[in-house]
């Protein structure tokens, strides 16, 4: 787990006194196998995941359960019935409206959304998002070869979005200080991989 990644998000919350996580884990059934192990290491309080692509409804219970005792917030991707049931907030893609209209659960939870470009954040925004993912912020080992945004127009797109803008792809502690002040946090897949001995309290 990428520490230095984590202090910069840590830094980022303080800096903006932002009530959103600032640490997003992604899932990935590829690149992360094993996505209990991460979410079990993430900092209480800090973090959050984007639940997506998740074929068995007793993992997804289980990971569920799993953020709610360790205060980790709970977001999933393209699933509004599936995260009502499981007391979670909703992810859109690509800026994507809500269907029928962005629902929250009981409990509360975050409305999220990825986007690429402008469009998709505005997309995003009129959607009615709490927060969003612009990608690729760098080169990412999920897309090989994918042009990346760099630094200088990922900020550039963050500052005007009108919401939160969290950086995703090819994410790092030192990237993501590069980003600047419009940068609200960092999500990762890889960076945020544990070894078996790196738990949080």
């Known amino acids: 787990m990428d520490e230095q990644l984590i202090a910069a998000t840590r830094a980022v919350k303080r800096r903006r006194r932002a009530r959103h996580p600032t640490l997003w884990l992604f899932t990935d059934p590829a690149r992360l196998p094993d996505p209990l ?40 991707a393209a699933a509004p019935g599936l995260a009502a049931r499981l007391h979670a907030g909703v992810h859109l893609r690509r800026g994507a409206r809500a269907l029928p209209a962005a629902p929250r659960s009981p409990g509360g939870g975050w409305i999220t959304a990825s986007a690429h470009d402008r469009a998709e954040l505005v997309r995003a925004r009129r959607a ?22 760099g630094p200088v127009r990922w900020a550039a ?26 940068c609200a946090g960092g999500g990762a897949i890889g960076a945020l991989a544990i070894q078996r001995h790196t738990l949080w309290p």
Request: hydrophobic share 55%; proline share 10%; net charge positive.
């Open 128 to 149: 009615g998002a709490d927060l969003v993912f612009l990608s690729p912020a760098f080169p990412t080992a999920s897309h090989p070869g994918a042009p990346a945004l």
């Open 37 to 76: 192990a991460a979410i079990a290491a993430l900092p209480p309080g800090l973090s959050g995941v984007v639940l997506r692509d998740e074929p068995v409804a007793a993992r997804a219970v289980a990971i569920a359960r799993l953020c709610r005792a360790r205060r980790i917030a709970l977001v999933v």
């Open 157 to 182: 797109l963050a500052r005007g979005a009108g919401l939160p803008v969290i950086a995703l792809g090819g994410v790092c502690g030192r990237r993501l200080r590069a980003l600047g002040p419009s």
